[in-house]
């Protein structure tokens, strides 16, 4: 049996430090931090995008995200700026991502199918650089086998229409049979299959009837669910701190 892999998406750590400290080099939480944390805990390997835009990872992110972490994946766009920076930064591998300044999260999968030549030349830079390369994909046909001919090691299946009709069990049903199918075909092409997009403590379980799969990328949740089980040794952490306060009066 081959053990699911767990790489955490830590990019919300820095999505709540820019929302206090954007553009002041530094400021709390550090997702650097976060990652080394991660990683003790028994996490896989580390993910974090770096998108155009800098809304949440910034570049000192990643150059110091490359010196702790043992197996990064760097989520990008297929932009030359980003590609540079991998190229040079060489992390054990890329997820190609699609990019849309107005979206909240990723909110689909890649089109390889129309980004056929474009793709394969930034996956051919990638290995010869020693770099994996994942393609972020909707689980449809097409797009696999796309996937599979521009030679990309890994797809990563985007479970997000699966978790967002988790709910209806009809709709969960539905989207479950196409993961199952993609990663069939997937494996059947020779390309390996990771996951991630939505996914969360609740639906985790259901996604294990899905073949093949070698990764799973998760963080929101895992962020989430850390806002509360550690809150408690945050406040009295604090509480401790305020002990030795003695008013002096004047």
């Keep these: 049996m081959t053990m699911l ?5 830590i990019d919300h750590v820095a999505t709540l430090r820019e929302a206090r400290y954007r553009g002041r080099g530094s400021g709390e ?3 650097v931090a976060a990652a080394r944390i991660c990683q003790d805990a028994g996490a896989h390997g580390i ?8 809304r949440h990872m910034q ?6 995200l490359r010196e702790v972490v ?3 994946n760097l989520e990008m766009a297929n932009a030359d700026e980003i590609v540079a920076i991998a190229l040079k930064l060489k992390p054990e591998i890329v997820c190609i991502v699609p990019e849309r300044r107005e979206e909240v999260t990723t909110e689909g999968g890649l089109d390889v199918v129309g980004n056929e030549k474009s793709l394969a030349g930034t996956r051919k830079k990638m290995n010869d650089a020693g770099i994996e390369v994942s393609l972020f994909i909707a689980p449809d046909a097409q797009q ?3 996937s599979a001919r521009i030679g990309s090691q890994f797809i990563e299946l985007h479970t997000g229409q699966f978790a967002e009709h988790f709910a209806d069990a009809r709709g969960r049903e539905t989207e479950l049979k196409r993961l199952i199918s993609g990663a069939k075909l997937a494996h059947s092409l020779g390309v390996r ?3 991630g997009h939505g996914l969360n403590y609740e639906n985790l379980s259901a996604l294990f009837d899905v073949p093949h799969l ?9 962020v989430s669910r850390a806002v509360f089980t550690g809150m408690e040794s945050a406040v009295k952490e604090m509480l401790r701190a305020m002990q030795d306060y003695r008013e002096t009066g004047m």
């Design 5 to 9: 892999k767990l790489g955490v998406n």
């Design 144 to 146: 696999i086998e796309a």
């Design 29 to 31: 939480p550090d997702p």
């Design 59 to 64: 570049d000192r992110d990643i150059w110091k």
């Design 47 to 54: 993910t974090a995008h770096l998108r155009e835009d800098r």
């Design 70 to 72: 043992k197996r990064l």
């Design 193 to 195: 299959v990771n996951a």
């Design 214 to 222: 070698e990764e799973l990328n998760i963080g929101h949740s895992i």
